[in-house]
């Protein structure tokens, strides 16, 4: 077997340690020792107790305003590492407070300052909570107060909205999970317009499922408007701080997603008598404007009196110029009669003349020469007061 280099062999413990889950989310108490603090800002020291030591070092980008002093104990959260120049073991810290607040207040104010720096908690991300829910999402205890609590606000206050429970432990190891659980299966109800996550109050640790970081980036995630109604109005949680809306009580989180449909149904009828009040104005309004317009018409039209009248005058009028352009006319046409009448074939027959013509078959041509005839010829002599037939001889 071949000697291993030292630096493989470091950093082959390193990747072993550094992989697996168990060393990288740790939370360790001691007492801070040999605290030294470098000119970039990193602080070194170890944490010890009893029985051992541990080196460990705060780099300034994870906190830069922290500060230690030895002696201090303390509770801090990092992962376990290797620095390979000194094959060192060591334990990264990104997050240290006094052991005095206890561990439960530590490991909460150590998630909610991480989840603060990623912008969970940005007010401009909240989102407005729709004004007339049709369908609201539920996540609590199926067979906890919070749950009838809410069912009483509900049919009280706004009995239109459909309430969709998706049930979750609130309380216990297996809480958090469950309620992950939940809260991603209400998220695949279709046409939900708002979700309420509760539970009643208790104690700090009752309520550390709402705490717990898969809890939070599930409502984080949640994809409509979310109220947080955990514990009682003392409590905080950090489900409370990334939902959208924080209430005080389960029953205040029914209250804030829903209007109050007797305050709605006074408004109606406020908007009823003001519309009926506003259409009576309108129709007095355009009545007054008829009757103004309907005195204008009769001021600005004539008077029938007067127009009959002055119908019964053209009349006359026309029928008088109609008879004289019918007399002028007439007058006309017989000076033409008189002025033609020697032209009339019939004035000519009249005055002992004929017309002589010679029948053809159907046709009939004036003789106007002795050369035109021949003896057996049919003539047809027309006088004044009539024709008759003769034959040439």
Known sequence: MEALPVSALVNFLREVIE????FSDLWVAGEVSNYTRSGAGHRYFSLKDANASLRSVWFASTMPAGKLENGDRVYAHG???IYVKRGELQFVCDFVRPEGIG?????FEELRSRLETEGLFDLARKR????FPRKIGLVTSPTGAALQDIKNVLAKRWPLAELVLSPALVQGDAAAGQIESALK????EADLDVAIIARGGGSSEDLSAFNDERVVRAVFGFPVPIVSGVGHETDTTITDMVADLRAPTPSAAAERCTPDIAEFRRALRALNRTMASAALAAVSRAE?????????LNRL???PSLLSRDVTTLTAAMRSSVERLVATDRARMEQLGARFAPLNPHATLARGFAIVEKASGNRKTVVTSVRKVRGGDRLIVSVADGAFSTEVS
């Open 128 to 131: 407005p909570l729709p004004p």
């Open 103 to 107: 561990i439960q207040a530590a490991k």
């Open 19 to 22: 992989g697996n889950e168990i």
């Open 185 to 188: 299966r209400l998220a695949r």
């Open 288 to 296: 007054n404007e008829v009757q103004l317009s309907v005195r204008e």
């Open 301 to 303: 039209g004539p008077e």
């Open 79 to 81: 992962r376990v590492s």
